[in-house]
């Protein structure tokens, strides 16, 4: 029995909807060679067969509703046609907020700063609080400088992509890694980095994935991008990506202190929830690492327009981005926030989304930001 032969009656065998037709068989076949899709046996074909059918089908019914007004963004097939929502969310988004503030004795976790600029070391207030713990290493932390807003005065502007001005590297791509908080991380530390010192240089993911999990990280299994900036501080450096190229996957770790391509002194949180302050943050800093929910099959399948689901979590947040820019859609007049994902190019538009701004902190966009502090 060939392979159309088997799928056809398998299909016709496990859909609802019948048996598929010959033009939907030769887009599956489309679909597997543009995203090299390989299966074990016909059997898990067939399987995948049904997901992508049915995954088209739900990505159809909503560009109606798109057409008809409904919703303000289109989704598409790419390379997660194939996968189930479940198995989607469990493969792709690793970020672990469940860690957050329990990283391994003596580096405590994320602290709460207010949002503004003292220049390294002329800060004179209290002494920061780093966890109900105290350790020796709080003078040393405490030489970071603070972030603080702009006061409610200056004007901040409209929009701004930080693409534009240099500091984002182009879209990178995660693989069958839940390391999107690794992304996350040197995303906004290659735009501090150039903001300091004028070079754009793509950081190792690699590096964080494989050598950071005494500090709270897992690899490919989630991560807190505020752990990868304190590994970093205190591992003074992180390799540059040429010479510690990405694997997707776990392994030994292979830092060379020769290769470094940035440091940074520490990292702020922006307050929790609080979205002018990620705005001026965004204006002002550079781009910003957010964690959001990307649990819904309409981010799965997101292609274009501004993003809101009212059905996300503001709270459970299972996804690690970048936030390099916001502004307003032309079209439709709604705020957005500029959004890099690591998920490749073939995903969303051109590996962007735009994530609605200012409606009541969809998805949990500003739940949990934060920055790496760069001398």
């Known amino acids: ?9 398998y299909t016709a065998q496990s859909l609802t909807t019948g048996v598929p037709s010959i033009s939907l068989l030769d887009e599956w076949e489309v679909f597997k060679t543009s995203y090299n899709k390989k299966y074990a046996s016909l059997r898990e074909e067939a399987t995948r067969l049904s997901t992508f059918l049915a995954n088209k089908e739900k990505i159809e019914q909503h560009n109606a509703k798109f ?13 997660f046609g194939d996968l189930t929502r479940e198995e989607f969310a469990k493969r792709m988004n690793g970020y672990n907020r469940a860690g957050r503030m329990k990283i391994k004795p003596p580096f405590y976790g994320a602290r709460k700063l207010p949002i503004g600029a003292y220049p390294p070391g002329s800060y ?4 920061l609080s780093y966890g109900a713990i105290p350790f020796d290493t709080e003078d040393y932390l405490n030489e970071a400088a603070i972030y603080v807003a702009p006061p409610e005065n200056v004007q901040l502007p409209a929009e701004i992509d930080w693409r534009t001005l240099g500091a984002v590297t182009p879209v ?9 908080w690794a992304f996350s991380a040197t995303g906004s530390l290659e735009g501090q980095h150039f903001r300091r010192n004028g070079s754009l240089v793509s950081l190792s993911e690699q590096n964080l994935v494989d050598c950071s999990t005494d500090f709270g990280n897992m690899g490919c299994d989630g991560g807190l991008m505020d752990h990868a900036f304190l590994y970093v501080k205190v591992n003074r450096g992180i390799d540059k990506e040429d010479a510690y190229p990405y694997e997707a996957d776990d392994s030994g770790c292979r830092y060379r202190r020769n290769e470094v391509g940035a440091t940074d002194v520490g990292y702020t949180d922006i307050p929790e929830g609080n979205e002018k302050a990620l705005q001026a943050a965004v204006a002002t800093v550079g781009p910003i690492s957010v964690a ?6 309409h981010f799965q399948f997101y292609h274009k327009g501004v993003y809101y689901d009212p059905t996300c979590s503001s709270e459970e947040l299972d996804h690690g981005v ?16 500029l959004v890099k994902n ?8 051109m ?4 994530m609605s701004r200012n409606r009541h902190n969809n998805c949990g966009i500003a739940t949990a930001a934060s920055y790496p502090l760069v001398k």
């Open 1 to 9: 029995m060939n392979l159309l032969m088997f799928m056809t009656i």
């Open 67 to 79: 057409d008809r007004g409904e919703v303000e963004f289109t989704m598409a097939m790419n390379q």
């Open 124 to 127: 004179t207030g209290p002494k």
């Open 172 to 180: 990178k791509d995660q693989g069958d890694c839940g390391s999107c």
């Open 292 to 297: 959001i929910d990307a649990s819904s099959d």
């Open 322 to 337: 970048l936030v390099v820019g916001y502004g307003t859609d032309k079209l439709t007049k709604r705020d957005y926030w």
């Open 342 to 349: 690591s998920w490749a190019e073939s995903w969303g538009d």
């Open 351 to 354: 590996g962007y989304i735009k």
